[in-house]
T-cell receptor, first 113, second 115 residues
Framework: AQSVTQLDSHVSVSEGTPVLLRCNYS??????LFWYVQHPNKGLQLLLK??????LVKGINGFEAEFKKSETSFHLTKPSAHMSDAAEYFC???????????FGAGTRLAVHP | KAGVTQTPRYLIKTRGQQVTLSCSPI?????VSWYQQTPGQGLQFLFE???????NKGNFPGRFSGRQFSNSRSEMNVSTLELGDSALYLC??????????????FGPGTRLTVL
């Protein structure tokens, strides 16, 4: 069965410093992996996705993630945090077929001046 | 292109009542999925509809049901509401593909409060 574990429920960084949000996955299939962001009172927005092409995936707003099969990880990074990055981030795996997404518990990112 | 729209945005109901939520997908999208988001359980998959057929279902009781119309619009219904059904209900649409690798676009959600 597919699952994702987000290793940190809260991450706090200073503006201008790097961001690292950690995610491990479990999948019997070649997984499709995603990172979504949810700002307060907003819907979910796709940051980036991995679908078995390049292992380093670049997304919107300067975010990127690296798929590491040997470590079953898909960590999200950004070189320099901005105040507008404060939000909740979800690591997501799609099951072998169709559109059933399995969400991690989420990581709340706080960015301090 | 208009995004996924959900109506109503907010609902207040009492225990035992039933509720119907509506979702209009992005034009051309034929797959619609529903998710429940609560502080305790996080985001959980409810079901997915494609071409008016439910083709995937999550682990929710039969009180939760849905349907899809020929124009791809979808509704979900919750009968005999319980306090624990209070949640943000999110709808997502995507272009269909055989491998299910297309991005899902989410609507803003319907906030349901059960008193």
């Amino acid at each position: 069965a597919q699952s994702v574990t987000q290793l940190d429920s809260h991450v706090s960084v200073s503006e201008g410093t790097p961001v690292l949000l950690r995610c491990n996955y479990s999948s019997s299939y070649s997984p499709s992996l995603f990172w979504y962001v949810q700002h307060p009172n907003k819907g979910l927005q796709l940051l980036l996705k991995y679908t078995s092409a390049a292992t380093l995936v670049k997304g919107i707003n300067g975010f990127e993630a690296e798929f590491k099969k040997s470590e079953t990880s898909f960590h999200l990074t950004k070189p320099s945090a901005h105040m507008s990055d404060a939000a909740e981030y979800f690591c997501v795996v799609r099951t072998g077929g169709y559109n059933k997404l399995i969400f991690g518990a989420g990581t709340r990112l706080a960015v301090h001046p | 292109k208009a995004g996924v729209t959900q109506t109503p945005r907010y609902l207040i109901k009492t225990r035992g009542q039933q509720v119907t939520l509506s979702c209009s997908p992005i034009s051309g999208h034929r797959s619609v999925s529903w998710y429940q988001q609560t502080p305790g359980q996080g985001l959980q998959f409810l079901f997915e509809y494609f071409s008016e057929t439910q083709r995937n279902k999550g682990n929710f009781p039969g009180r939760f049901s849905g349907r899809q119309f020929s124009n791809s619009r979808s509704e979900m219904n919750v009968s005999t509401l319980e306090l624990g059904d209070s949640a943000l209900y999110l709808c997502a649409s995507s272009l269909p593909d055989a491998e299910g690798r297309n991005e899902q676009f989410f609507g803003p959600g319907t906030r349901l409060t059960v008193l």
